[in-house]
């Protein structure tokens, strides 16, 4: 085996709730799912593809704390499903979309939001507004098998105990299967890959010292101090 010129980097790791480590290889995000998030976003509601981006494996963050990152003054909180993969393909079918789901968490989708009105705006990329550092706060990945089909349940975000966020799973735009088999006509998913599924309604700022409780029903609560 060739030697590595310098020593590899951590493979980014999501904690689940058997006690082992998912390892991170991808991380896609659907952007508007939820109607009422694509109308107060300035959008049309009606059905239309999704679009997706990226945010890095190792933005993902299950240490409970996100810092306020530099270059903002806006960093919203999005709520959101993550779907975390055990097998993949390319040109998945809806109706076999599920069997490489292994698991499910809640996370947070931390977005500068400024940074990315500014990159719509010049019609570039979202990097800096999306991909930054630990900018995925995630709670531990649940087994599939445990939770089935994660297909409604209430989705909420309390910044400081007040509700900011909420919804219901059964409002996405599109649905945890149509998601796995779009994306995987574009790129060829494998194990190790993650999809955030987009926000409901009510995304807003936050500031230092701000408490983010994240909720999912079957999944729990994710907890975030901004620091
Ligand atoms: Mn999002």
Redesign the pocket.
């Known amino acids: 085996m060739t030697e590595l010129v310098i020593p590899a980097p951590a493979i980014p790791t999501i904690p689940t709730s058997t006690g082992g480590a998912f390892p991170v290889r991808r991380v896609y995000?659907?952007?508007r799912n939820y109607a009422a998030h694509v109308v107060e976003m300035g959008g049309d509601p009606n059905r239309e593809a999704p679009f997706f981006f990226q945010k890095n494996p190792n933005n993902l963050d299950a240490s409970g704390e996100f810092p306020y990152p530099p270059h903002s003054s806006d960093v919203h909180h999005?709520v959101?499903l993550v779907v975390a993969l055990k097998s993949g393909g390319s040109n998945i079918s809806v109706e076999d979309a599920l069997d490489h789901v292994w698991g499910y968490a809640v996370s947070l989708?931390m977005?500068r939001r400024d940074l990315q009105g500014e990159a719509k705006k010049a019609g570039r990329p979202w990097e800096t507004g999306k991909a930054f550092e630990r900018s995925g706060p995630i709670g531990p990945l649940q087994p599939a098998a445990d939770l089935g089909e994660m297909n409604n349940g209430r989705i909420e975000l309390r910044v400081n105990g007040q509700v900011r966020q909420e919804g219901d799973l059964n409002q996405m735009i599109w649905k945890v299967p149509e998601m796995i088999a779009f994306l995987s006509e574009y790129f060829e998913l494998q194990a190790g890959d993650v999809i955030?599924s987009?926000?409901p309604s009510g995304v807003g700022a936050v500031v230092k010292g701000d408490q983010m409780d994240a909720m999912i029903e079957g999944l729990g609560t994710l907890s975030v101090k901004v620091v």
């Open positions: 995000c659907i952007g999005e959101e989708d977005t955030m987009g926000t």
